[in-house]
Nanobody, 117 residues
Framework: QVQLVESGGGWVQAGGSLRLSCAAS????????MGWYRQAPGKQRELVAV???????NYANSVKGRFTISRDNAKNTVYLQMNSLKPEDTAVYYC???????????WGQGTQVTVSS
């Protein structure tokens, strides 16, 4: 059974930082592409960042230069370092795992990030 468990969400003031973590189990972690998506109230879920098996990354334009995705295959964990946070970054953040950089096969349960102005 595949499980993706996010942690690290919370409340932060604009300009602050948070680091999200996603611990994976039930999959061969080094063989899947990992990503982060987010969904704000009343909006569709959108890609934030994705990291391929080979180390390629793809970021949403809105987070480029502020967010960094990374993975630790020894710990079966993917991270999202979020700096210079803005109120518009407020959303539920979801961890994802997939066979390609554009396909999601598994989702985490989500973690809330709230950025106040």
């Amino acid at each position: 059974q595949v499980q993706l468990v996010e942690s690290g969400g919370g409340w932060v003031q604009a300009g602050g930082s948070l680091r999200l973590s996603c611990a994976a189990s039930g999959i061969i972690f080094s063989a899947v592409n990992m990503g982060w998506y987010r969904q704000a109230p009343g909006k569709q879920r959108e890609l934030v960042a994705v990291l391929s098996i080979g180390g390629r990354t793809n970021y949403a334009n809105s987070v480029k230069g502020r967010f960094t995705i990374s993975r630790d295959n020894a710990k079966n964990t993917v991270y999202l370092q979020m700096n210079s946070l803005k109120p518009e970054d407020t959303a539920v953040y979801y961890c994802s795992a997939g066979g390609t950089m554009t396909r999601v096969d598994y989702w985490g349960q989500g973690t809330q990030v709230t950025v106040s102005s």
